[in-house]
């Protein structure tokens, strides 16, 4: 009487193939947990990027373009007067200031018949107040949107996105003419005045599984605008 058995080349050889299998699952399952990761890491890294862009998209100042102008004036650069002076900034010949070109259609400040400043440091706090009317950067400080993993948004994850604005340290060198050198060491700290650069911050976090928020963002931008206004361009009519 003959049985069906297996022999002991294709036992050893299942063996061997259970084996592999039972080390190759959990770090495929490493492996796959790491992918997921590094795309909502993608997916929070583009969503803070994007609303970067979009928010400096805005004017530096609400007092940036003439109130008497269409959207679709240059911006000039305004003055600085809370607190300190920044002279090495100040005016120098009529409507430019040092590092302008003194010639038509560039970058300027306001008219010196009619001088502009801009937004007071303690009031950038209230300018959210604006955004049914966003007109500069700041209309978006303290700002911050639910973006759900469902309906139109269609993310993989719950994220908070969260926006604040403030004013850094403008100055280059020591205030008395010093010779020191500008240092690559830009601030992040609230100057507390206004100055010539502001500092767009942008956060995101993301819901875990258990429904938490987490106390530090996943995701944290910083982009510095500055006072400079804008170049004009040449019209041609016919």
Known sequence: M?????TMIELIFAIVVIGIISVSIPTIMV???KNVEVNLMQEAILIVATKTGQVLTYPWDENSRD????ILAKTDALNINEFFFDGELDRNVSDFRRG???????RKL???NAERSATASNL???????????????DFNG????????GEDGYKKDYNLSASVIYVSDIAAYVNGGTTPLLFNFTKADAGRATNIKMLELNVRARDNAGNWPLQPDILFRSFASNIGETDYYKRTY
């Open 143 to 150: 700002q911050s949107v639910l973006l759900t993993h469902i």
């Open 110 to 112: 306001t008219p010196s």
């Open 31 to 33: 492996n796959n947990s």
């Open 100 to 106: 302008h070109f003194q010639q038509a259609l560039r």
């Open 124 to 138: 950038l706090a209230l300018e959210a107040l604006d955004l049914n009317v966003a007109d500069d950067i700041d």
């Open 2 to 6: 003959v049985r069906a058995a297996f």
């Open 67 to 70: 109130p008497g102008s269409t």
